[in-house]
């Protein structure tokens, strides 16, 4: 699977849009992006994926450039519960056994 | 959160005993994966199973050992605890092929005194 770079940590505002960055230049072709979550002792949550469209769904927005070597996750409208550590997984589909790849991740943090 | 349940949520042992944790589903996913997360090591899959008495181990199995007799569970076993196992412990389940997810039950909190 392609290695992430993710930012250790960023802040937002409630109500505004939370734009969280994700880079991966060594992605292949048939490698999709995925975003998780991890909300504060729960377990991690899944949000969105993609391949090369840009992806919507009732949680967020996924943005991926056109040469695929890097990401945006948007939540539009930021919300205290959305503080949470963020993840950005670069992997295959239907892969033998699902294996997902956790790094580091970004700390998000809403503040009112 | 795909039906998926945990147990005991939290457990306090000693070194030397034995733990089983439990990982319960109600969808008849065919997937099940435990993972630990630590603090500066992120998740890392320990087992995980392809079907009834189908397992297979992950990148941190030393210490563990696993059964899945049925469908709906998954049973994670430290044969003699150490303090190292001291952690958070995850379970998940492989949904729907066309999407690949995972979704996750809520942790079980084990330390090893």
């Known amino acids: 699977d392609a290695k992430t770079t993710q930012p250790p940590s960023m802040d937002c505002a409630e109500g505004r849009a939370a734009n969280l960055p994700c880079n991966h230049s060594?992605?292949?072709?048939?490698?999709?992006v995925y975003w998780y979550r991890q909300i504060h002792s729960q377990g991690p949550q899944y949000i969105i994926h993609g391949l090369k469209n840009n992806e919507t769904n009732e949680m967020a927005s996924l943005i991926i450039t056109e040469d695929r070597k890097s990401s945006t996750l948007i939540l539009p409208h930021a919300t205290l519960r959305d503080t949470a550590v963020y993840y950005c997984i670069v992997r295959l589909l239907r892969t033998s056994y699902g294996k997902l790849t956790f790094g580091q991740g970004t700390i998000l943090t809403v503040h009112p | 959160d795909a039906g998926i349940t945990q147990s005991p949520r939290h457990k306090v042992t000693e070194t030397g005993t034995p733990v089983t944790l439990r990982c319960h589903q109600t969808e008849n996913h065919r997937y099940m994966y435990w993972y630990r997360q630590d603090p500066g090591h992120g998740l890392r899959l320990i087992h995980y199973?392809?079907?009834?008495?189908?397992?297979d181990k992950g990148e941190v199995s030393d210490g563990y050992s696993v059964s899945r007799s049925k469908t709906e569970d998954f049973l994670l076993t430290l044969e003699s605890a150490t303090s190292s196992q001291t952690s958070v412990y995850f379970c998940?389940?492989?949904?729907?092929?066309?999407?690949?997810?995972?979704?996750f039950g809520p942790g079980t909190r084990l330390t090893v005194l």
């Open positions: 998940a389940i492989r949904g729907h092929p066309t999407t690949d997810t995972q979704y």
């Open positions: 199973s392809y079907g009834v008495k189908d397992t």
């Open positions: 060594t992605i292949s072709g048939n490698e999709y």
